[in-house]
């Protein structure tokens, strides 16, 4: 532990927000002495976890049960989350009717970032912290990553560092306060509250977390499978948008970098007005067709079910495992619960195009069963090619070939990373940022439309305009600002 007292601490001044960010976001050295460097740190928290996730029966689950007429997975206590069988009708879509697990996840957690400024430097307290869903089992996350159960201990285990700040906000400023839906094909409308808040006041580190600017993120962000699901999310609700911006990165030159500055800063505009965009995700939603209902989990068409797992018939698309984990370093030694195993690596990703000298990128309108609003903006693609062999006579997705064959000098971002490694077991999926090529004008149809990163930001303060899946590629559009990322 070590407070985070620097020589010379800066309180929050009155320039504009995003300016402050944007500085962050180019500075790659902490202004925080540290005792180590990050890999250093993250070893060491890695080896102090301890983590071991063992594959188990999903019956006979510690603390899980079966509804023994429908078949739903429940906890005993009543909290934490449950899964249960869902019917789909999509009359427009590409699949018209089908059945499929889905968690059941009514309650909200917080996803919290604490930012606090160090000789003139913005930081965010970041968290090494281990899930048993994630590969690697340690990634990089948000200070605060909780469910209500988890923060109200049902487990009965440690209290959750650092969240009195985000339950009790009045002494802070709050920098974004928003909403968001997360996995709309495997969570029946699940949302999270992500928050982030400007501190002023020392606070106490512990040994698993390190204040590291924006900048340094990004950095880490490029590397595969390191930058958590949630500090994603959080990320992308930054206001890193707006006149702060425009004036502040020195020499972007005259190419990709500085159509991506002048997209962030929403200057001189975007190919569509937003009170049109705002109408056009209106118009999804209101003619959507898309209808869901609660089916037994036991008699779900096309789904087996095990006493080791439950899984489609043609062994594609996802599973429901079981798993019993231990711990050293979260708020409970040990645990067993059920998780989403996806068959395949996904691939999540966006075109990109410079229209009038400034960046934007290709959005698509799309339902999913899980929701809230049946419609939000997702990724140019957002798919598991592999699916694609065991859906004769269904169409592919219209960019699906033009990422897979995009040449390598298009390609502007590519890593591969992690979902939520709480619910979901090595959800892996590459996430792409592709320049496109033709005319801007003809890649547009009913459910495509080109936005500025401005206006993907005006959206992301508001809940339910971008899936969790886009509010990751927007993290990843934003770390290009970096000189070697851009």
Request: glycine fraction near 10%.
């Amino acid at each position: 532990m070590y407070r985070s007292a620097p020589p010379s601490p800066s309180p929050p001044t009155s320039r504009a927000f995003p300016a402050r960010l944007l500085r962050s976001a180019l500075t790659e050295e902490s202004r925080v002495p540290q005792p180590d460097s990050f890999a250093a740190w993250f070893a060491a928290a890695r080896e102090r976890s301890g983590l071991r996730v063992d594959r188990v029966r999903l019956d006979g689950l510690r603390d899980w049960d079966r509804d023994p007429r429908t078949g739903t997975l429940r906890h005993r206590s009543g909290g934490f989350f449950s899964i249960g069988g869902l019917d789909v009708r999509f009359p427009s879509g590409p699949v018209p009717h089908w059945q499929q697990p889905i968690i059941h996840q009514p309650e909200i957690g917080i996803l919290g970032l604490l930012a606090r400024e160090f000789d003139g430097v913005l930081h965010f307290l970041m968290q090494a912290k281990v899930e048993p869903g994630n590969r690697n089992h340690l990634q990089l996350s948000p200070t605060v990553q909780a469910t209500r159960s988890n923060y109200l201990r049902l487990h009965q285990g440690r209290a959750v560092p650092y969240l009195d700040y985000f339950r009790d906000r009045s002494r802070h400023r709050v920098v974004a306060d928003v909403l968001q839906s997360e996995q709309g094909a495997w969570f029946y409308r699940k949302r999270n509250r992500n928050i982030v808040l400007e501190v002023t006041g020392d606070i106490t580190v512990g040994e698993d977390f390190r204040w590291m600017t924006l900048g340094q993120i990004h950095r880490q962000l490029a590397a595969e499978d390191i930058v958590n699901m949630d500090t994603r999310t959080a990320l992308s609700c930054l206001p890193l948008a707006g006149d702060g911006v425009s004036g502040g990165v020195p020499d972007p030159g005259d190419g990709f970098r500085a159509a991506l500055v002048r997209s962030c800063a929403g200057e001189p505009g975007g190919a569509h007005r937003m009170d049109g965009l705002l109408s056009w995700i209106t118009e999804h939603r209101a003619q959507g067709d898309l209808t869901t209902g609660p089916v037994p989990l036991n008699e779900l068409s096309e789904w087996r079910s095990s006493p080791e797992r439950i899984s489609h018939s043609s062994g594609r698309f996802f599973s429901v495992i079981g798993v019993n984990v231990s711990a050293g370093t979260r708020e409970v030694g040990g645990w067993a619960q059920p998780m989403v195993e996806p068959h395949g690596t996904g691939l999540i990703a966006v075109l990109v195009k410079e229209i009038d000298g400034v960046l934007h990128v290709l959005m698509r309108a799309a339902a999913e069963p899980g929701y809230v609003d049946g419609v939000e903006l997702s990724p140019t693609v957002q798919c598991v090619p592999e699916s694609y062999e065991v859906l004769p006579g269904t169409a592919r997705p219209r960019f699906l070939d033009d990422v897979l064959s995009a040449r390598e000098d298009r390609i502007r971002f590519s890593c591969l990373l992690s979902e939520e490694g709480g619910r979901f077991h090595h959800a892996l999926n590459r996430y792409l940022v592709v320049e496109a090529d033709g005319d801007a004008g003809s890649l547009e149809d009913r459910d495509h439309r080109w936005l500025t990163l401005h206006q993907l930001s005006t959206l992301l303060r508001h809940s339910h305009y971008l899936n969790v899946q886009a509010r990751s590629l927007v993290a990843c559009l934003h770390s290009l600002l970096l000189p070697r990322l851009g």
